[in-house]
């Protein structure tokens, strides 16, 4: 059974960092599209970045998360990463990450088939 758990969530002070975690379970991930999606109260799941697989290293950003944020892979561990810096309060939401075989472009929500549960990053501000 596919099955994808995000982690590494929490409370954020402008400027500062977290990594977020997608640890895929039940495929290889390197063979995935894997996208960050986040979603604030009241707003559309927005797409924020997104990796086009393993073997590719096309990968995308949103433009409010350009040069802070980056995506990653690590495929012995078979876990995609959002390492978040210099954060902002319009930072936080409800963090997603989704896979699905093979998608370009890949930072819309539409067409991703599997998603994890989410984890939230809160403004402490």
């Known amino acids: 059974q596919p099955r994808l758990v995000e982690s590494g969530g929490g409370l954020v002070q402008p400027g500062g960092s977290l990594r977020l975690s997608c640890a895929a379970s039940?495929?290889?991930?390197?063979?995935?599209?894997i996208g960050w999606f986040r979603q604030a109260p009241g707003k559309e799941r927005e797409g924020v970045s997104c990796?086009?697989?393993?073997?590719?290293?096309?990968?995308s950003y949103a433009d409010s998360v350009k040069g802070r944020f980056t995506i990653s892979r690590d495929n012995a561990k078979n876990t995609a990463y959002l390492q978040m810096n210099s954060l902002k309060p319009e930072d936080a939401a409800v963090y997603y990450c989704?896979?699905?075989?093979?998608?370009?472009?890949?930072?819309?929500?539409?067409?991703?088939?599997?998603w994890g549960q989410g984890t939230q990053v809160t403004d402490s501000s």
């Open positions: 990796s086009l697989s393993s073997s590719e290293a096309s990968t």
């Open positions: 989704a896979v699905d075989e093979y998608l370009d472009p890949c930072l819309k929500p539409a067409g991703y088939g599997e």
């Open positions: 039940g495929f290889p991930l390197y063979h995935y599209t």
